[in-house]
T-cell receptor, first 117, second 111 residues
Framework: EAQVTQNPRYLITVTGKKLTVTCSQN?????MSWYRQDPGLGLRQIYY???????DKGDVPEGYKVSRKEKRNFPLILESPSPNQTSLYFC????????????????FGEGSRLTVL | DQQVKQNSPSLSVQEGRISILNCDYT??????FLWYKKYPAEGPTFLIS?????DKNEDGRFTVFLNKSAKHLSLHIVPSQPGDSAVYFC??????????FGTGTRLTVIP
């Protein structure tokens, strides 16, 4: 089954304790991205990756790191989590660009709800 | 600054009737417009999209309309079914690497 898998689905942690949210896709997609969803703000992009070893910042990258060492995996790292990073996080992937343009059709994971105390 | 706006946080419709969800945007550089549907405890799923060179796209019960001069997008669901009850997100892309989402509209279809 084609899917994007995130772990953990739920996590409660404390300020400053490093954590990693893993993301894996089995569709051989080149593009992967992380979003966070907050009430009244919709989904906002944190980081994205066009291919292995190619990553770039989205709209709200502060406090996050990512890496793309393999095509299928795109972990999100919070080096020193703070309460304002309490949110619902989604990983997403997308096939390669179509005629040089990215249409925005994303396949999302089920989400990871993170609470930072 | 929200580039894609959904001004109605919720909408209730009787089963069998038409549901109309609206979306406004501010960036004239957007090339593609999409609707995503989200059920509780699941990730958003792609529903339908439209290119900026078109003004209408249909897929079964779902039709998206684009009015570029008004910078307005709408999703029509006809007929509405209880299984359509979900949060609907409007999104827009410049054809680059990001997708700008609205804040979502919760649709409830009443049996």
């Amino acid at each position: 089954e084609a899917q994007v898998t995130q772990n953990p689905r739920y996590l409660i942690t404390v300020t400053g304790k490093k954590l990693t949210v893993t993301c894996s896709q089995n569709m051989n997609h080149e593009y992967m991205s992380w979003y966070r969803q907050d009430p009244g703000l919709g989904l906002r992009q944190i980081y994205y990756s066009m291919n292995v070893e190619v990553t770039d910042k989205g709209d709200v990258p502060e406090g996050y790191k990512v890496s793309r060492k393999e095509k299928r995996n795109f972990p999100l790292i919070l080096e020193s989590p703070s309460p304002n990073q309490t949110s619902l996080y989604f990983c997403a992937s997308s096939p390669e660009l179509l005629r040089g343009l990215w249409t925005g059709e994303l396949f999302f994971g089920e989400g990871s709800r993170l609470t930072v105390l | 600054d929200q580039q894609v706006k959904q001004n109605s946080p919720s909408l209730s419709v009787q089963e069998g009737r038409i549901s109309i969800l609206n979306c406004d945007y501010t960036n004239s550089m957007f090339d593609y417009f999409l609707w995503y549907k989200k059920y509780p405890a699941e990730g958003p799923t792609f529903l339908i999209s439209i290119s900026s060179i078109k003004d209408k796209n249909e897929d079964g019960r779902f039709t998206v309309f684009l009015n570029k001069s008004a910078k307005h997008l709408s999703l029509h669901i006809v007929p509405s079914q209880p299984g359509d009850s979900a949060v609907y997100f409007c999104a827009a892309s410049t054809g680059a690497n990001n997708l700008f989402f609205g804040t979502g509209t919760r649709l409830t279809v009443i049996p």
